[in-house]
């Protein structure tokens, strides 16, 4: 999903939709300590503080990189899937019983969170809000869901420690930029990228639901942690060919 308008840069917009931002992620505070309080005891300030830490990185990202005074109704989703994203952070302190309802809480709305995952890009289209910056908002947003997914997983025991691969491959390939700055280079837009990350999220949360049991769990996982490693081999790929051309001139 490539989010690319014409927008000039505002300093005046960036600050406006930071704003927007801000008041739209403290708007959600109630439902997330609610949510967060159903799925455990002591859940409310674990999903708030857990909201607060994304919603922050975030807001500061809008006042740095966004351009429109407008925040747009893409980013509200957007905005309200990092939300979702947020209520993972309950079972890694909390982990509950494979088989319990909270189980069960978990995986929907985590699979709420992945059919939204389709509307934003849908949404900035149809309004003229499309950005490259939304394009990434999207993407890092993908991540950190990605990211709790597998810890949350991890801590319910319902896969091994290898399933945090599965949800950390993004940032195990941005650590490698750090020393390997070739890797941080612009990549051509590619749909496999977001068909892999769609069926990467899709695994996880299915992992998540009490009706996926081994064997079938580590199947599912195993091939869906291979064709992730594929996409970055090949993203990996394209930027060396691109450092070795860069090289020959």
């Not at 351009?67 to 909390?94: E, K, Y």
């Not at 597998?150 to 940032?171: D, F, N, V």
């Not at 749909?191 to 949360?205: H, W």
Request: glycine fraction near 8%.
């Amino acid at each position: 999903m490539l989010r690319s308008g014409h927008a000039p840069r505002s300093l005046f917009g960036a600050r406006t939709a930071a704003l927007r931002a801000g008041l739209a992620a403290l708007i959600l505070l109630p439902p997330v300590w609610l949510a967060g309080s159903t799925l455990a005891p002591g859940g409310g300030p674990v999903a708030v503080g857990a909201h607060l830490i994304i919603s922050t990185v975030i807001v500061m990202s809008f006042g740095r990189h966004w351009s429109p005074p407008l925040l747009g109704l893409a980013n509200l989703v957007t905005l309200l899937r990092a939300a979702l994203a947020s209520l993972l952070s309950v079972p890694i302190v909390f982990p509950p019983d494979s088989a319990s309802s909270t189980s069960w809480l978990l995986a929907g709305g985590a699979a709420i969170a992945l059919a939204l995952d389709g509307v934003d890009g849908m949404l900035a289209r149809r309004t003229g809000l499309a950005t490259a910056f939304g394009a990434r908002f999207d993407m890092e947003v993908d991540a950190v869901f990605a990211a709790l997914l597998s810890i949350a997983i991890l801590r319910m025991q319902e896969a091994g420690p290898w399933i945090l691969l599965l949800g950390l491959m993004r940032y195990l390939f941005v650590l490698a930029s750090w020393p390997l700055p070739w890797l941080a280079a612009p990549l051509t837009q590619r749909r496999r990228r977001k068909a892999v990350c769609v069926i990467q999220i899709a695994t996880l949360v299915a992992l998540l639901s009490p009706l996926v049991q081994p064997p079938l769990s580590g199947i599912l996982g195993a091939v869906a942690t291979l064709l992730l490693a594929w996409s970055f081999g090949t993203d990996i790929r394209e930027l060396a060919s691109g450092r070795s051309r860069a090289w020959e001139r």
